[in-house]
């Protein structure tokens, strides 16, 4: 490296802690240790390491950063300033304030240049591995090795709290395991976290750890410029195993009062500290929010090279595109997920074995999807032969075996849930995942961040109720469906036969967000009402009341709606008038206007009940204070499925016998 190249990178290290420091005062909120003890890092990456377009901060080539370590998201937003991403001056000044871009912890959407929303640790280094491996498999599948139309590589900066997390341990095991030499973690090893010194909670050799995992490993100097490049650039040269770059840090950088403290690592320092960091760094105590004039013409020059590796790429792009037009084109129909104009047609008229699980008529639909929506791409977490999500002419992605569609993630719920996202954030792919609805804990705060990204994503959680049977309690799921159903942007859909099955395939391919899909390891009879379209609107009139005066209306999910419809008959043949609704989403049925949701749900109806062999939690907004629950407020058992359920009450006739009785 060149005497005056690295003297303005130094430069911008100090520049990224001044803005940092600034905020942080600013907003008397923040975490500036790390922005002081990763500047140099960060400045290397941004300008010179990495390869981007802020002018196009969408360029399907462009390497990516995900700050993992979200708190320190100060050390990001200077970095977007500085590289031109559209991370405003004005946002920054206003860090954490209402309306600002710069908001605590990284959201993606807020400005260009956020890959992730990251803040929960770990979630963005899985995230970053699903991006990485998306990345590889979009290469293979085109064949553009040789061409480097996919080369990007995937930075992330990781705390020890990332590295401390289990999703880590889970994702980066994977990660060697497949190869992925494309991923690069620069691990901020300060020896601080925010409870203390980490060596009070943390004595494991990481570097060991990872090479075990299949990584390569070092450890550098993470303010040495010089010995970052070289592990940089020695990094992106490594083939056959993913990089792990231990940067030996001093959180606070800088600070004479609270630097190697963990003081520094979540609160403001002060104005004073900052005055006296900024002295002892060389940065002007004046103007607030500086930027040096040698800073933004040196980035200014970045800018055009980076337009100029853009166009580049696209030169070789087209001269690609024209010796291989129909992969061209195929290319396009990932880029923007485009789906067949008779999608719906095509699903509805999908034959079905009669009398099919749930889990059994999803996995007929995904082998038409896999043959109409190439980018369409499902993995399961060991599960793929139960849970039904295995694409059987998709093959199985393998170390350096890339171009399949069938992803076998181990058993690792939470990392697949962050590397599905991160599949979906690479832009090329519509993933999908599974495992038992059980599990679905495991993996909940990624389905969290996935519903706040509105990532287009599909859970097929199966083996959805206490009619599991023989694995008993432990296997059973009873409150996961009520606590799906809490997660804001999530729609979670049940479906109560093969056609209400088809229904929702329809809907999730058309829907915006991630999509929860509920579905059975029993067997489902083949109902005679049940309506593909309208499964689209959440709830609709199954069975109609034989009389204006609706004695009973019941409301079901699942397995249950053919319960409900046997307890109507039951019910009609003493001379009761009885609707059913089958109401395979709650968040479907509230996007509905008003006039129709009225149209189900209101009238001269005596009493409502709710008909669901998980937890009532969340009925009563459709039945009222004075509507009652067929439901499980406790653990099931050990036994075969339909004596659980008989023992619970879940049969026309002792549902019929609990109705009547009121």
Same mark, same amino acid.
């Given at each position: ?180 030499? %494309? ?91 900052? %005055? ?65 104009? %008779? ?320």
């Amino acid at each position: 490296m060149k005497k005056n190249e690295k003297e303005i990178l130094l430069k911008v290290a100090n520049t990224i802690r001044g803005l940092a420091m600034d905020a942080v005062e600013t907003a008397k909120s923040g975490h500036p240790g790390l922005p002081l003890g990763c500047a140099e890092i960060a400045a290397y990456l941004y300008g010179k390491g990495m390869n981007y377009n802020p002018s196009d901060p969408q360029w399907i080539n462009r390497d990516r950063f995900v700050l993992s370590a979200g708190h320190g998201s100060m050390l990001l937003y200077a970095c977007l300033h500085l590289a031109g991403f559209g991370m405003s001056l004005e946002n920054i000044k206003k860090f954490r304030q209402l309306k600002s871009a710069a908001a605590g912890h990284p959201e993606y959407h807020e400005s260009p240049g956020i890959e992730t929303t990251t803040g929960p640790l770990g979630q963005g280094l899985a995230n970053a591995v699903g991006m990485a491996l998306g990345q590889k498999m979009m290469e293979a599948k085109f064949g553009v090795e040789k061409q480097g139309l996919l080369n990007a590589k995937f930075f992330v900066l990781a705390s020890d709290g990332d590295i401390m997390e289990g999703i880590s341990s889970e994702a980066s095991s994977l990660a060697g395991h497949l190869k992925l030499d %494309n991923l690069i973690i620069l691990y901020d090893s300060n020896d601080i976290c925010l409870d203390g010194e980490t060596r009070e909670c943390l004595s494991e050799d990481t570097q060991k750890r990872y090479q075990a995992y299949g990584w390569h490993a070092e450890t550098i100097n993470g303010h040495h410029i010089e010995e970052i490049e070289r592990a940089v650039q020695a990094a992106r040269r490594r083939r056959g195993k993913p990089s792990l770059i231990i940067a030996k840090t001093i959180i606070g950088y800088g600070s004479p009062n609270l630097a190697e403290s963990s003081d520094v690592h979540g609160k403001a320092m002060g104005q004073e500290e900052v %005055n006296l960091t900024k002295k002892k760094l060389g940065i002007p105590l004046e103007p607030l929010f500086n930027v040096p004039e040698e800073v933004k013409s040196y980035f200014d020059e970045q800018r055009k090279k980076g337009e100029l590796l853009e166009k580049e790429w696209k030169e070789n792009f087209e001269k690609w595109s024209k010796i291989n037009s129909e992969k061209a084109k195929l290319w396009e129909t990932h880029l923007g997920k485009s789906l067949p104009e %008779n999608i719906e047609e095509i699903i509805k008229n999908i034959p079905m074995k009669p009398d099919l699980a749930g889990r059994q008529a999803s996995n007929t639909i995904l082998q038409v999807l896999h043959d109409q929506l190439p980018f369409i791409i499902g993995g399961s977490a060991d599960l793929s032969n139960s849970d039904a999500t295995l694409m059987k002419a998709g093959g199985i992605v393998k170390p350096r075996q890339y171009n399949a569609r069938n992803l076998k993630f181990g058993v690792r719920e939470f990392a697949m849930g962050a590397m599905t996202s991160g599949l979906a954030l690479q832009g090329m792919i519509f993933p999908f995942c599974g495992t038992f609805l059980t599990f679905s804990d495991y993996m909940r705060n990624a389905i969290r961040l996935a519903s706040f990204m509105k990532l287009k994503i599909v859970y097929q959680f199966t083996h959805d109720s206490i009619w599991l049977g023989e694995d008993g309690p432990t296997h059973q799921p009873i409150e996961h469906v009520a606590a799906l159903r809490t997660i804001p942007g999530l729609t979670v859909i049940r479906p109560a036969d093969s056609t209400e099955v088809k229904g929702a395939w329809a809907e999730i391919l058309k829907h915006q967000g991630p999509v929860a899909l509920i579905l059975t390891r029993q067997s489902l009879k083949d109902l005679p009402y049940t309506k593909f379209e309208d499964v689209a609107r959440g709830a609709y009139i199954l069975k109609k009341e034989s009389r204006p005066q609706v004695d009973y209306c019941l409301l079901a999910t699942g397995s249950e709606v053919a319960l409900a419809l046997g307890a109507a008959d039951k019910l009609e043949a003493q001379q009761k008038s009885v609707r059913v609704v089958s109401f395979p989403s709650f968040e479907l049925f509230n996007r509905q206007d008003r006039v129709y949701q009225d149209q189900v749900l209101t009238g001269p109806v005596r009493q409502f009940w709710s008909i669901e062999a998980l937890s009532p939690f969340g009925w009563h907004q459709y039945i009222g204070r004075e509507g009652k629950s067929i439901a499980m407020n406790h653990f099931g058992l050990s036994a075969p499925g339909k004596v659980v359920a008989e023992h619970f009450g879940f049969s026309v006739d002792k549902i019929v016998e609990r109705i009547l009785n009121g």
